[in-house]
């Protein structure tokens, strides 16, 4: 299971990418890299077989493709990175939720704005950034407004918007949701929380048997109430550069 959700993970990735044309492949690899190093800046997709490691770090040293490694929990990849230099830097948990049987209390509707206009994923990209503290590019999110596959929603607390979350069905029917994220002034209010409960509905309404989700360890305690199971961890590597 912790391969399949991280490699849904890194479908995400790819149509992020793809959509805001900085998706690109190369020899055992692929990766996504928007300017001034925004969401998503990721190395994914390795392929031990074919990875030209000395081709991955060269471009890495010369910050043509990002120095951030994904990869699902496996040993062969761990050893064969740390092996040529490049360090463990963090690891965030791969979780699943069983939706057959899950049934929470309806949130309101109204407190969630679908994310349709430029103005609208401005405001998206402003509360992401806020909410995780890395750059969140109004341009990556302004073209993914109109695509099937993606669901983007902004929460409202009374006139301000406090949270966002968005949710990706996979060519499967599988959901992943992804982003949610509450800015600092609100946070302590149970506004994550009613965000997943609503993307859950929301991939309850697409007919998604299965949701996805990576989480860290203090998110990790809140979807674990929410039902979640842990599947083990998205593994990230960097290399040294001085």
Not at 28 to 44: A, C, H, L, R
């Amino acid at each position: 299971m912790n391969k399949q959700i991280i490699e849904h993970l890194f479908a995400f990735w790819e149509q992020i990418g793809t959509y805001g044309g900085f998706f690109g492949i190369e020899q055992g690899y692929t990766f996504t890299n928007p300017s001034q190093d925004s969401w998503p800046s990721k190395v994914f997709n390795l392929d031990v077989d074919t990875l030209d490691i000395q081709g991955l770090q060269q471009k890495i040293q010369s910050q043509t493709i990002p120095n951030s490694i994904g990869i699902y929990q496996s040993n062969t990849l761990k050893n064969n990175l740390e092996s040529q230099g490049f360090r463990l830097t963090s690891k965030i948990k791969a979780m699943a939720l069983d939706t057959t049987n899950i049934d929470f209390d309806q949130v309101a509707v109204s407190d969630f704005v679908p994310v349709e206009s430029p103005n609208e994923a401005r405001l998206f990209a402003q509360v992401a950034s806020e909410s995780f503290g890395y750059p969140v590019a109004p341009s990556t999110i302004e073209v993914l407004t109109d695509k099937p596959e993606l669901q983007l929603f902004l929460g409202k607390l009374g006139n301000s918007f406090a949270s966002c979350g968005m949710v990706y069905i996979d060519k499967n029917g599988v959901s992943g949701i992804h982003m949610i994220g509450t800015k600092a002034a609100y946070r302590g209010m149970g506004l994550g929380k009613k965000m997943t409960q609503f993307l859950i509905h929301q991939s309850q309404k697409a007919k998604s048997k299965m949701v996805f989700l990576v989480a860290s360890q203090e998110g990790e305690r809140i979807y674990h109430k929410l039902g979640f199971t842990t599947y083990g961890h998205l593994e990230s590597f960097s290399f040294p550069l001085y």
